[in-house]
């Protein structure tokens, strides 16, 4: 029987680590460890998904909860969470584990490998007025990921559905607290870089009239790494 999580739940953790790779008899499922404790990240499915594995040979920034339950793949499971992979190449971080009877990874909802199937189309509201499209991203990054990309097609389809829209893109960045103390903060210019990038795409993709803007301060979770479109007919 797996051992439910002894830590308090609700417990916030953000801690830099090597990912683990753990293999199973379906799918590998990707852990860290901290302070003694490992920790369960996702498993792998296709790039659709919202959980992206982190690549081995870097570190990776892991924020969020302990929540209660059991362990999952062997590490206690942290909701809601966010993994960054940091650009630096660390070589000592290549740890893969053999499979072992007792753990198991959850159920894929979409197998590994690339997205061959896209998933059933879910008929979105309406919209009308002033719409606003968020773009997430990892720490320190500018590159838009599968999430990213779907937001900003659908700001693309909103505002040549309203070809006399104002369209306002705004890049932001943010910092974090590591549960040891130590303070990260995004490069200063990420946000402009978040914020030109997805303005290139819109622009290519014709949409006109729109004003390119950044934040400098930093916010403080996850959610402020991100850049906003905002279409107004």
């Known amino acids: 029987m797996l051992a439910t999580a002894s830590l308090g739940v609700a417990q916030q953790k953000n801690f830099l680590a090597c990912p683990i790779v753990r293999d199973t008899k379906t799918v590998p499922c990707f852990l860290a460890e901290y302070e003694g404790e490992t920790y369960f990240l996702g498993i792998q499915q296709d790039i659709s998904a919202d959980f992206h594995p982190p690549q081995l040979k870097h570190e990776v920034l892991v924020e ?118 130590q303070q990260m903060v995004e490069a200063p210019g990420v946000a402009q870089k978040r914020a030109a990038a997805v303005a290139g795409l819109l622009q290519g993709s014709g949409v006109g009239n729109i004003a390119v803007g950044s934040v400098v301060e930093a916010g403080s979770t996850p959610a402020d790494r991100r850049v906003t479109i905002v279409v107004q007919p």
Not at 81 to 95: F, G, H, M, P, Q
């Open 64 to 181: 969020g909860q302990v929540v209660a339950g059991p362990r999952v793949c062997g590490g206690i499971p942290l909701q809601p969470l966010s993994i960054s992979v940091i650009k630096e190449v660390n070589l000592a971080c290549n740890l893969m584990l053999p499979a072992e009877p007792g753990i198991e990874a959850p159920a894929a909802a979409r197998g590994a490998g690339p997205s061959s199937k896209p998933p059933t189309p879910v008929a979105a509201p309406a919209r009308t007025g002033r719409q606003e499209f968020v773009v997430r991203y990892g720490f320190d990054d500018a590159v838009l990921e599968f999430a990213g990309t779907r937001a900003v097609n659908d700001a693309v389809a909103y505002a040549k559905a309203n070809p006399a829209a104002k369209v306002q893109v705004t890049g932001y960045r943010s910092q974090t607290t590591l549960s040891s103390g």
